[in-house]
């Protein structure tokens, strides 16, 4: 791409932005200084549906690598970019046996959903090795970048991989131990030839609880719909009374606490975790627009659909994690959810796939 007006091209989601703006307001860099001389205005910002060009990304992550005291922060940011951050739903695919596949698909939603670096997949012998290759000249900001898309990798193949080895065409002024402190199982070497990440995979006949992953990726894809669902809840909350807010915020910390544990969450316990009584929460329930019963079954529901469409998770196994007594409660629930049984959804999810 070397067209310079590429480069102001909107390409990258405002979502990554706001993310990104958070983790470094937690690192102690304010957004205002952050995003001055970067040409980001607050109207583009908090448009959900708004994209930054490539120059006002460089702009940000070379300020952010001027700003940030602890250059592990990049890789750190990197790990929060996890499997529902990319929209990296064939990540569900760790029911099928082809591991290289699944580490290649991985790549491939990575390289659509944050175009800024590309990656090449390759098998090594017995491994899985991603190779970074620049898109864009990003400048100072190159180093940064990298270890933002070796973060996310991290948090996605630790899923599928033990005793990952990365490698960084850059120096590092901290030693091993300090980056050993954010990815234990990792190896980590600076000043290679390339920037890339090598994956020793497990085989299909290992110790995978399959159904722990899968009970994972339901509980995050829930976790991110609530986290966009906040997001585009902000701009109005800014205008509503303490009161209002205050109930919204225990909404917020009631749909966490679900999340969870959906098969154990009740009014009652929800409500001692937030020290106050059932009539109280219910009360703040109803003044934010929502009640427990609502979210529990939304919520419930979400995991329920992505368990059946996406796992190959028994029904009474579904039926229990969501704490139904047995298969036929669950078959009831979720025919008065959507119309259909989990059979005929899941038959009917099957189907479109293939």
């Given amino acids: 791409m070397t067209n310079a007006l590429t480069y102001d091209v ?21 957004a205002d200084v952050l995003l001055s001389n970067s040409e980001v205005d607050a109207d ?46 064939g990540y569900v695919l760790l029911s099928r046996d082809d591991y290289y596949k699944l580490v290649e698909m ?58 990952m080895r990365f490698e960084f065409d850059f120096d590092s002024e901290l030693d091993g131990d300090a980056w050993h402190a954010i990815a234990p199982d990792a190896d980590w070497q600076f000043g290679s030839e390339y920037n890339q990440v090598t994956l020793p995979l497990i085989g299909r006949h290992s110790q995978v609880d399959h159904h722990r992953v899968a009970y994972s990726l339901a509980k995050e894809r829930c976790r991110e719909n609530a986290s966009i669902g906040r997001e585009r809840s902000e701009s109005r909350e800014r205008n509503e009374s303490r009161e209002r807010k205050e109930s919204s ?5 009631v749909r ?13 316990r929800t409500a001692q975790q937030l020290n106050m009584s059932a009539r109280n929460l219910r009360n703040h329930l109803s003044h934010a627009g929502t009640s427990f019963r609502e979210m529990h079954n939304e919520i419930r529901r979400s995991y329920a659909d992505l368990y059946l469409a ?3 998770v028994p029904l009474e196994d579904i039926a229990r994690k969501l704490g139904f007594s047995d298969q036929a409660s669950f078959t009831r629930a979720y025919r008065s959810w959507t119309g259909n049984t989990p059979g005929d959804y899941r038959r009917q999810a099957k189907s479109t796939a293939h």
């Fill in 10 to 30: 909107p390409l990258v989601s405002t979502r990554y932005a706001r993310r990104f703006l958070r983790f470094m307001e937690s690192k102690g860099v304010s």
């Fill in 256 to 268: 966490e606490y679900i999340l969870k544990s959906p098969g154990r969450a009740t009014l009652e």
């Fill in 106 to 163: 991985v790549v491939e939603h990575l390289r659509v959903c944050l175009p800024l670096i590309d990656m090449e997949f390759s098998i090594v012998g017995t491994d899985a090795r991603i190779r970074l290759h620049d898109t864009w000249k990003m400048g100072k900001a190159r180093p940064f970048l990298a270890k933002i898309y070796m973060g996310s990798i991290y948090t996605v193949a630790s899923q599928i991989s033990r005793n």
């Fill in 249 to 253: 915020e225990i909404a917020i910390q």
């Fill in 310 to 312: 996406e796992t190959p």
């Fill in 44 to 89: 583009t910002l908090n448009n959900p549906d708004a994209f930054l060009s490539v120059n006002q990304v460089i702009r940000v992550l070379e300020h952010a690598e001027w700003l940030v005291a602890d250059e592990r922060a990049a890789f750190q940011f990197g790990q929060q970019l996890d499997l529902i951050a990319h929209g990296l739903f």
